[in-house]
């Protein structure tokens, strides 16, 4: 079982919980369309979807192929997301080492 999944948060999710339920079930809508195809590693590349708005943010890790950025696409346009194609893709900007850090990785 996979259990570092990623973070999950919403504009205005105080005042509107439902947009976290929403996302919760686009993001198993999501991770179902990869478990078909077989993509076992598009789980580990997500490190957070945000709902801003209604345009849904997708924040990875690693690039996403076009496939798997299809698979957000499709679970927003579906019924239980948004029923729109407003979905956005970002990579995690990582922290640079400090120079004495990484001159002592070498």
């Keep these: 079982?996979?259990?570092d999944h990623p973070k999950i948060s919403a504009t205005n999710s105080e005042t509107e919980?439902?947009?976290?339920?929403?996302?919760s079930r686009v993001y198993g809508y999501a991770i179902g369309l990869?478990?078909?195809?077989?993509n076992t590693v598009c789980i580990t590349k997500i490190a957070k979807i945000h709902d801003h708005k209604g345009?849904?943010?997708?924040?990875?890790?690693?690039?996403?192929?076009?496939?798997?950025?299809?698979?957000?696409?499709?679970?927003?346009?579906s019924r239980v997301g948004d029923e729109s194609t407003q979905v956005e893709h970002a990579?995690?900007?990582?922290?640079?080492?400090?120079?004495?850090?990484a001159d002592a990785t070498n």
């Design 17 to 23: 919980p439902d947009r976290i339920e929403r996302l």
């Design 1 to 3: 079982m996979y259990l």
């Design 55 to 77: 345009v849904l943010m997708v924040i990875w890790y690693e690039a996403p192929t076009t496939q798997e950025k299809s698979y957000f696409l499709r679970a927003w346009q």
């Design 91 to 101: 990579l995690m900007l990582q922290e640079a080492l400090p120079v004495a850090d």
């Design 34 to 38: 990869a478990d078909v195809d077989g």
